[in-house]
């Protein structure tokens, strides 16, 4: 009898994020102990509830929440670059992108945003996107470029914060660093940042312009390992 489970699945994590758990069991021929502990099971047992479709997907919900929320694997860093690459399937680094823009917003949005942040004063001090559709969703983190001139500038990290899908705008506010709950706060050196700018081309960046991209952190940072063309 012990506090081993069967699989991963009891606990937060998988895998190697796993392997800094330690459990304890007891193996004993005792009858009076062995009796108290099929007592206790056979109790359980009869107070558990009945699952049914909804509990399983219920169930199903909170799992995929608590593996957003898991350690990366590795020792402890505040390195974005070098956690994606220890780990780059991790659901934590979906709702963190590169983005590359050129075009600045229309007076149309400027005026939305404007209006938006009169009606709205938890807006005030934010930023705008236009015209990014689906691929920008309330809770991503954007690593920024501005490649409107000869090399691209870095210009922060931004956390979407309100969408007016209506009029396609998205609001963003800067940060100096990426924040992830369990995970911290994850920034990229300035070398680091030259190259996944560099990176984007080789990437599966979604094309919005001649130059504008956006693509997941993940699908960015495996692009850096191949080499750019002659």
């Not at 330690?22 to 009945?50: M, T, V, Y």
């Not at 399937?89 to 229309?106: E, L, M, Y």
């Not at 209006?115 to 690593?143: F, K, P, Q």
């Not at 700018?197 to 919005?208: D, L």
Request: aromatic share 8%.
């Amino acid at each position: 009898m012990g506090s081993s489970n069967a699989s991963s699945n009891g606990l937060v994590v998988e895998g190697a994020a796993a392997l800094g758990w330690a459990e304890a069991n007891i193996e004993s021929k005792d009858p009076d102990l062995r009796g108290q502990l099929s007592e206790w099971c056979h109790s359980r047992f009869s107070e558990a509830l009945k699952i049914g479709p909804e509990q399983l997907n219920l169930a199903r919900e909170a799992w995929n929440a608590r593996k957003r929320f898991s350690p990366v694997r590795g020792g402890l860093t505040s390195n974005l670059l070098e956690l994606v690459k220890r780990q780059p399937d991790h659901p934590a680094f979906k709702n963190i992108k590169v983005v590359q823009w050129a075009r600045s917003a229309s007076k149309n949005a400027g005026k939305i945003f404007e209006e938006a942040v009169r009606n709205d004063g938890a807006l005030t001090g934010t930023d705008i996107y236009e015209g990014w559709g689906s691929d920008m969703a309330i809770g991503d983190w954007l690593v920024d470029f501005d490649v409107s001139k000869r090399s691209p500038d870095f210009t922060g990290y931004w956390k979407v914060v309100h969408i007016d899908d209506e009029n396609d705008v998205a609001f963003v506010r800067a940060s100096e660093f990426i924040e992830v709950p369990t995970i911290g706060r994850l920034s990229a050196s300035k070398a680091e940042l030259s190259r996944l700018a560099e990176a984007m081309g080789r990437s599966h960046a979604v094309e919005k312009g001649l130059t504008e991209r956006i693509a997941s952190i993940s699908d960015v940072v495996n692009a850096l390992t191949i080499a750019p063309s002659p």
